[in-house]
T-cell receptor, first 114, second 114 residues
């Protein structure tokens, strides 16, 4: 069974902390994505990556960075957490576009910044 | 650019009612279309998909037909159950584009009353 695994289901962090959200996929997918989900705003793309050590900004990259040192792992970093980053974070992966298949999602990490 | 528009929620129905959730899209290439479902506290999972015009995707009693002439991919189910209560996302990926991003609608929350 294919899997995208996020390291935590729930996190509570303090304002100003550096926060790491980890995502691992076991499908050998090239593409990985980080989204945040907020009520009324749907899914918004933060960063994505097409290959190891490659990264591209999504629609809302401010306050975030990412790391992809290995193909299977894509980390989202909140450099200095703020309360407006309280949200549900979703990781996803897909094979290259010509494979024409759907995205596979992790179970989500609900982050609360206090 | 590419976009997906789906009907605002929440949608509240009684059990065994007929469901339609509207979705329209704009795309520059040859999109594949998807419906994802998110149950409470979970990540997104694929419900159904269609990869070319006039294809019909179906799963768990849900159906959607890829209509190129109306740029639509409406989700339907003939008789909903309480267990169908969830958030539904319409999405597209455009094989004609350089990148592999998936574009999501804002989601429609569905409540089914017993």
């Amino acid at each position: 069974d294919v899997k995208v695994t996020q390291s935590s289901r729930y996190l509570v962090k303090r304002t100003g902390e550096k926060v790491f959200l980890e995502c691992v996929q076991d499908m050998d997918h090239e593409n990985m994505f980080w989204y945040r989900q907020d009520p009324g705003l749907g899914l918004r793309l933060i960063y994505f990556s097409y290959d190891v050590k490659m990264k591209e900004k999504g629609d809302i990259p401010e306050g975030y960075s990412v790391s992809r040192e290995k193909k299977e792992r894509f980390s989202l970093i909140l450099e200095s957490a703020s309360t407006n980053q309280t949200s549900m974070y979703l990781c996803a992966s897909t094979p290259p576009r010509l494979a024409n298949t759907e995205a596979f999602f992790g179970q989500g990490t609900r982050l609360t910044v206090v | 650019g590419n976009s997906v528009t789906q009907m605002e929620g929440p949608v509240t129905l009684s059990e065994e009612a007929f469901l339609t959730i509207n979705c329209t899209y704009t795309a520059t290439g040859y999109p594949s279309l998807f419906w994802y479902v998110q149950y409470p506290g979970e990540g997104l999972q694929l419900l159904l998909k269609a990869t070319k015009a006039d294809d019909k995707g179906s799963n768990k009693g849900f159906e959607a037909t890829y209509r190129k002439e109306t740029t639509s991919f409406h989700l339907e189910k003939g008789s909903v159950q309480v267990s169908d209560s969830a958030v539904y996302f319409c999405a597209l990926s455009d094989r004609g584009n350089r990148d592999d991003k998936i574009i999501f609608g804002k989601g429609t929350r569905l409540h089914i009353l017993p």
